[in-house]
Nanobody
């Protein structure tokens, strides 16, 4: 089974940048595309970025497009989420995952996790002035 270890969360001010990392073991990003999700208490978990397995297509949610960048280093079994121009609305617990896919719904990019995918533990990002 896959295991994922996320790191890099913390506090930031609006406009700042943070980079999250996700180290995976037990599965390959070639087979299980890496994704990042976030969750605010009381709300559903939201997919924000995904690199699909196979073709390595990259997708972002509308809420982060143009500000966040997902990448991966297969040689290090690590995925990254570079977050720039942070906003208070980006405050959430961020989860890395392996096995993301994308569903296009009424013009919106809906990032989800396959039923056979794997979740990592969350890392808290707090954006406030």
């Amino acid at each position: 089974d896959g295991q994922l270890q996320a790191s890099g969360g913390g506090s930031a001010q609006p406009g700042d940048s943070l980079r999250l990392s996700c180290l995976v073991s037990g599965v390959s990003f070639d087979d299980y595309g890496p994704g990042w999700f976030r969750q605010v208490p009381g709300k559903e978990r939201e997919g924000v970025a995904c690199i699909t397995a196979g073709y390595d297509n990259i997708y972002y949610s509308d809420s982060v497009k143009g500000r966040f960048t997902i990448s991966k280093d297969n040689t290090k079994n690590t995925a990254f989420l570079q977050m720039s121009s942070l906003k208070p609305d980006d405050t959430a617990v961020y989860f890395c995952a392996a096995g993301c896919y994308v569903y296009f719904n009424a013009g919106h990019t809906d990032i989800r996790l396959n039923t056979n995918g794997f979740w990592g533990q969350g890392t808290l990002v707090t954006v406030s002035s």
